[in-house]
Nanobody, 116 residues
Framework: QVQLVESGGGLVQAGGSLRLSCAAS????????MGWYRQAPGKQRELVAD???????NYVDSVKGRFTISRDNAKNTVYLQMGSLKPEDTAVYYC??????????WGKGTLVTVSS
């Protein structure tokens, strides 16, 4: 029943900005942590940022100061505001949510391409 739908990916010039959104539908259990991962070709999937239900955030060092994660609990939605984008940010970005009893779910991914 739980589905995560990402939106907001696309093509942007280096130095530009994008805002990713992920809405969770069909939620049965309460969401604890929501986050964004990314995977570039030939590389392992890595955590970009996550946020707990208490609002505590965590970022990979490479995006600190450039990306901001936030959530709207009423809408079961997590956002990733990406600024000062670099070509190395190019990847498929995946939404991930974790629920109170351990279940977790992945979105299908949205492609972000940053041109130089």
């Amino acid at each position: 029943q739980v589905q995560l739908v990402e939106s907001g990916g696309g093509l942007v010039q280096a130095g530009g900005s994008l805002r990713l959104s992920c809405a969770a539908s069909g939620t049965i259990f309460s969401i604890t942590t929501m986050g964004w991962y990314r995977q570039a070709p030939g590389k392992q999937r890595e955590l970009v940022a996550d946020i707990t239900n208490g609002g505590i955030t965590n970022y990979v060092d490479s995006v600190k100061g450039r990306f901001t994660i936030s959530r709207d609990n009423a809408k079961n939605t997590v956002y990733l505001q990406m600024g000062s984008l670099k070509p190395e940010d190019t990847a498929v970005y995946y939404c991930h949510t974790r629920y109170v009893r351990g279940a977790s779910f992945w979105g299908k991914g949205t492609l972000v391409t940053v041109s130089s």
